[in-house]
């Protein structure tokens, strides 16, 4: 069974980074294409990025676009999410999902969640 934790939340000022991280338990998460998700108060969940199996390709949103980096770090079974530039719009709790699949970006129907990370950027 997949298990993802998200970490490296926190309180930022506006233009600050953070880094957050996904790490993947009872599999070899590089198999797994990975999606990150945002969800602020009264709003939709927001799809902002996204890594294939193997880390060939990546999408992104185009609000996040050219801000957030995302990665995987193999030696340590996680994808991470690089976010510079940050705006007090972006507070919001952020997850990490996983799917298995042969190849391809994956933008929905994500199999495996994490309980979530905050994020909270202050003006």
């Known amino acids: 069974q997949v298990q993802l934790a998200e970490s490296g939340g926190g309180l930022v000022q506006a233009g600050g980074s953070l880094r957050l991280s996904c790490a993947a338990s009872g599999v070899t998460f590089k198999n797994y294409a990975v999606g990150w998700f945002r969800q602020a108060p009264g709003k939709e969940r927001e799809f902002i990025a996204a890594i294939t199996r193997g880390d060939s390709s990546t999408y992104y949103s185009d609000s996040v676009k050219g801000r957030f980096t995302i990665s995987r770090d193999n030696a340590k079974n996680t994808v991470n999410l690089q976010m510079n530039s940050l705006k007090p719009e972006e507070t919001a709790v952020y997850y990490c999902?996983?799917?298995?699949?042969?190849?391809?970006?994956?933008?929905?129907?994500?199999?495996?969640w994490g309980q979530g990370t905050q994020v909270t950027v202050s003006s």
């Open positions: 999902a996983a799917k298995w699949v042969v190849a391809g970006i994956v933008r929905d129907n994500y199999d495996y």
